[in-house]
C-alpha cells in the first residue's frame, strides 16, 4: 500500500486526488508543517529537501509530487487519466503537466513567500506584485486554452487536470485570480465538484 506523508494546503493533495480518481488503497499519514519538523534527520531521510510531500510504497521512498503522479499511473494506472504514450495527445498532456508547476506555481510560490510566508521585515511587496502579474499572464493562456473544452484535454479528465487543479486552487487561496477569467473559473468549479478533489483538499 502507498503511504503519502502528507501537510493540509501542500502538493501532498495531488497525490491523494490522484489515487482517489484510481480508486487505490493509500494510508495518509500527516505530519507537523513546522520548519523543526522539516529540518529534522527523521524528515529528511525521506524528503532531503525538507519539504512536503513525500511518498513510500514498499522500500521505494520519494520526493517530487509530479514524479509520484507520473510513477502511479505507470505502475498502476492501467493506462487511466492519460493518452497513450508517444501520441499527440500525450505530448499536450505532458505539456500541461510541466506548466502546471514549472510555469504557473513558480510565480503563485513568489506571492506566497512575500504575503504570507517569510516573516514580514523580509516581504518585498514589488515581488509579489510582480509575481500576481506574471501568474495572472499564465492563467490568462489555461482560460483560453478552455474556451472550446472542458478540460485541458478534448478527451477529458487526466491527471493533467489534477496538477492544474492544485496550482488553481493555491492561486485562489492568494487571491491571485478573479472572475473575470470566466473559463478557468468554470473549470476549477467543475474539477472542485469531483470527490476525489474534495477528499484530498480536507485531507
Known amino acids: 500500500m502507498l503511504t503519502i506523508y502528507h501537510a493540509p494546503g501542500t502538493r501532498s493533495m495531488r497525490v491523494i486526488w490522484l489515487c482517489h480518481e484510481l480508486g487505490l488503497p493509500i494510508e495518509i499519514e500527516t505530519i507537523p508543517f513546522t520548519a523543526d519538523f522539516r529540518a529534522s534527520p527523521e524528515w529528511r531521510q525521506k524528503s532531503p529537501t525538507g519539504k512536503v510531500p513525500a511518498m513510500q510504497d514498499g522500500a521505494l521512498v520519494m520526493f517530487e509530487s509530479g514524479a509520484m503522479v507520473d510513477y502511479i499511473l505507470d505502475r498502476y494506472g492501467e493506462g487511466r487519466l492519460r493518452p497513450q504514450p508517444g501520441s499527440h495527445a500525450d505530448a499536450i498532456y505532458r ?12 510565480p503563485i510560490g513568489d506571492v506566497a513567500q512575500h504575503t504570507r510566508v517569510r516573516a514580514p521585515e523580509d516581504r518585498i511587496p514589488a515581488v509579489a506584485d510582480d509575481a500576481r502579474q506574471r501568474a495572472l499572464a499564465f492563467l ?12 485541458l484535454l478534448p478527451e477529458g ?5 489534477i496538477m492544474m487543479g492544485y496550482s488553481l486552487m493555491l492561486g485562489e487561496r492568494l487571491g491571485v485570480w478573479d472572475a473575470h477569467l470566466t473559463h478557468l ?6 474539477l472542485k465538484t469531483r470527490p476525489g478533489f474534495q477528499v484530498a483538499a480536507t485531507a
Open 157 to 161: 479528465f487526466t491527471a493533467a487536470d
Open 140 to 151: 490568462q493562456v489555461v482560460d483560453q486554452s478552455l474556451a472550446q473544452t472542458d478540460y
Open 95 to 106: 505539456q500541461w503537466c510541466w506548466f502546471a508547476e514549472a510555469t504557473l506555481a513558480r
Open 185 to 190: 473559473v468554470a473549470y476549477y468549479e467543475r
